[in-house]
């Protein structure tokens, strides 16, 4: 036990001793290795790493060119022209700013609402290693809008980071700007077509990508849709018109301008941001090569205001996996072994093909200045929506060639307003019952519905077909819903009568409810005409009597409850000393309701 006290008081007194050793200035840290040679062996690991991140980078996900500078002991990194100045943050780099106005312009070229919807938000650039010459890199904000609850990062751009090798040409310049110096094929005509399209929101919908995967295939394959619309929110498909909530981008989750869109679409839709209108390009140039950086648009609403205007072009940008070129090849044939599909680099590479999901434009909350944390947001924005409506957006995209030539020009209109048409409402129905049975079963044909936003729609008749139907008159209310809850709506009557008189000769038919009075008197041939009111019912010993006097109209009708026969007699007073006297002889215990042809 004595020994084991020597032993610790020994170890003690020499790290004492080192304490007291130490230099004047000198500190003791525990947090790395005294020794100098380890100390720099972090700071040269650190450094070849962050050294190995100079270069040129293209972001796999999308196709962006990623530009970062080591140099001056800083490091930079450039997209699209805003600058991020890195820092160290655990293994990574990361980068905060607050955009303004033309730097979100600057990342998000083709996104008409991007200023507003980002302008002013903090956002953060973030580099992680993965090992060998990869990297990930996101670029995410808070939740889109203000006094949210349950606040989330909302991914703008993801995916991993490829270093672009550099291959000089003879004169020094990349390869890639030899490429770009080419001088392209002129053959034929091209052709351009614009097709729009709803889409999920490109700030942090998680299905964009699928979407954008989808879009591109039907352009190059000239499919209008793949995919269903009603059970994933990846499916592409085409629209001439939209309604009031089909183009909302949030923050939070809604799909179609509602939220909680796991409940209302599905789970497949519970992530999902909103929706945002593209007008996808296909440009096939039948020969004629041509340039992404000679493509201009020019997107205008009919709206007061222009509220939706949005004007650009592609120069200074870069293919992504939204922009996709087709080179068909030295053997300019499309589909043979040397075609080249182009999804990176600049937009001045030459073409011969152009997929492109297309400029997009949205109303979002902070446009519309909508607060808010529910669907109160979503129906203000509906508001603003409503009070332009009808109104439409037409976007125009022009093609030149390097001396401004105009190669081609198309445009596509989108329609805003109720999206729904309804057709084929049933007319009024009139039919008859047996006397005592004071209700009936009534079957109809449902309306048809249609929807131009591409959507599902339901028809649903209030009260439905094959119901059983009082005498008298109802009213069947026909509504047609779509997945977003925008309704079409039509009417029609059905009238039963329980009593029903016909002429023998002349057709006259007088229709009686013993229930309330109600008559409806018809004259057939020509000159025709109808008459209704009500009148006072009696039902004396098996025969029901229907009696009405006014100054101008006196009916009188007896009718036989057990053989279904009887008389009636209308006098018409349309001035003082004239007259007219109509009769009705009926011996048919199944009369017609209607006057014989």
């Known amino acids: 036990m004595k020994k084991s006290s020597r032993v610790c008081f020994a170890v003690i007194a020499i790290f004492c001793l080192n304490l007291i050793c130490l230099k004047p200035g000198q500190a003791l840290d525990t947090r790395f290795p005294s020794n100098p040679a380890i100390q720099d062996e972090h700071s040269r690991r650190g450094t070849e790493s962050r050294s190995g991140l100079a270069g040129h980078w293209t972001l796999q996900s999308t196709g962006d060119t990623v530009d970062i500078d080591g140099s001056n002991g800083r490091m930079i ?6 600058e991020w100045e890195l820092a160290e943050s655990g293994d990574g780099l990361t980068a905060t700013r607050v955009l303004s106005r033309e730097e979100a312009r600057r990342l998000f070229p083709d996104i ?6 980002l302008s002013g938000k903090s956002v953060t650039l973030a580099l992680a290693p993965r090992g060998g010459d990869s ?19 909302v991914a703008l751009m993801s995916g991993s980071l490829t270093k672009l090798p550099v291959h000089r040409g003879p004169d020094g310049d990349s390869a890639e700007r030899a490429r770009a110096d080419v001088v392209p094929q002129t053959v034929g005509t091209l052709t351009m077509s614009v097709f729009p399209s709803p889409a999920p929101n490109a700030f942090g919908s998680p299905s964009f990508a699928g979407y954008t995967a989808n879009a591109i295939s039907a352009l190059g394959s000239g499919l209008s849709s793949v995919g269903n619309p009603a059970t994933t929110p990846t499916a592409y498909f085409r629209v001439s018109s939209l309604d009031d909530r089909g183009n909302i981008v949030t923050g939070f989750p809604s799909w179609k301008g509602l939220i909680s869109p796991a409940t209302n679409f599905g789970a497949a839709f519970s992530s999902e941001l909103g929706n945002r ?10 020969g004629t090569q041509f340039k992404l950086s000679n493509l201009q648009f020019h997107m205008h609403g009919s709206d007061a205001g222009d509220i939706f205007a949005f004007d650009g072009d592609f120069s200074g940008l870069s293919y992504s996996s939204t922009r996709v070129g087709l080179n068909y090849g030295a053997d300019h044939t499309k589909g043979t072994m040397d075609d080249i599909l182009i999804t990176s680099g600049p937009t001045t590479q030459l073409v011969d093909e152009l997929m492109y999901v297309g400029v997009g434009n949205s109303l979002a909350p902070d446009d519309a200045s909508c607060p808010g944390t529910n669907q109160a947001t979503l129906d203000c924005i509906k508001a603003t929506y409503d009070s332009k409506i009808p109104f439409s957006i037409t976007t125009t995209y022009n093609l030149f060639d390097d001396s401004a030539h105009l190669l081609g020009t198309t445009s596509a209109t989108v329609d805003f307003g109720n999206c729904i048409t309804l057709s084929a409402c049933p007319a009024n129905i009139v039919a008859k019952v047996p006397f005592g049975q004071m209700s009936g079963a009534i079957n109809y044909a449902n309306p048809t519905a249609s929807s131009s936003c591409g959507e599902s729609v339901q028809v649903v008749c209030v009260p439905p077909s094959g119901a059983q139907f009082q005498v008298g008159v109802t009213t069947v209310t026909c509504t047609a819903t779509d997945a977003a809850l925008n309704t079409a709506s039509c009417s029609f009557t059905v009238t039963l009568w329980d009593v029903v008189l016909q002429d023998n000769v002349t057709g006259d038919v007088l ?10 008197y018809t004259r057939c041939g020509a000159g025709g005409f109808t008459l ?15 009696s009405h006097m006014t100054p101008t109209r006196r009916v009188m009708a007896s009718f036989l409850t057990g053989q279904l026969t009887g ?15 109509l009769t009705i002889n009926s011996t048919n215990p199944n009369p017609s309701l209607t006057c014989p042809h």
């Open 532 to 546: 209704t009111g009500t009148g006072t019912i009696q039902n004396i010993n098996g025969i029901l009597m229907l």
């Open 77 to 82: 990194a450039i997209i699209n022209g805003v």
């Open 511 to 520: 229709l009686i409810n013993s229930k309330n009075g109600n008559y409806s």
């Open 135 to 153: 990297f990930d890199m996101s670029l995410s904000m808070p939740a889109l809008g203000t006094g949210r609850r349950g606040r989330r990062a």
């Open 277 to 286: 209108l593209h007008y996808g390009l296909h440009i096939v140039g039948n």
């Open 567 to 581: 008389k009636a007699t209308i006098v018409l007073m349309p001035a003082p000393g004239v007259f007219q006297t």
């Open 112 to 117: 008409a609402d991007a200023p507003a919807a």
